[in-house]
């Protein structure tokens, strides 16, 4: 069943002064609360752990890019890239770990 079903069935137990299905029925909402909050952290981890991969396969192909360059010019771009995607994915670490400790 859906939250507006367990809504509707709320507002009814309320109507017919049923205290003890209402107490369920709440306590049936709540589950559903917190299982929803738990599948919303556990997608939003993936989601970060996605963008984590990325950025070190895109920091693979900087790195080879360096090592191929001998245009100065072009390896200072990419540095700074590289470091600049190194922050990112030091953010994206903390960002992680703080979703570990909190499941």
């Known amino acids: 069943m859906s ?3 367990y809504l509707d069935l709320l507002n009814y137990a ?4 049923d205290g003890q299905w209402q107490a369920d029925i709440i306590d049936r909402l709540n589950k559903l609360s917190k ?12 989601e970060l752990w996605i963008q984590f991969d990325d950025i070190n396969a895109i920091l ?3 790195f080879n890019k360096l090592r191929e360059s001998a245009d100065p010019v072009e390896q200072y771009r990419w540095k700074e890239k590289v470091w ?8 994206l670490s903390k ?3 703080s979703r570990y400790i909190r499941i």
């Not at 299982?35 to 993936?46: D, L, M």
């Not at 600049?84 to 953010?91: D, G, S, T, V």
């Open 3 to 5: 939250v507006d079903d």
């Open 14 to 17: 309320k109507a017919i002064n």
């Open 35 to 46: 299982n929803s909050h738990a599948e919303t952290t556990e997608q939003s981890v993936k």
């Open 60 to 62: 693979m192909d900087l």
């Open 84 to 91: 600049e995607l190194k922050q990112e994915r030091i953010n």
């Open 95 to 97: 960002k992680i770990q």
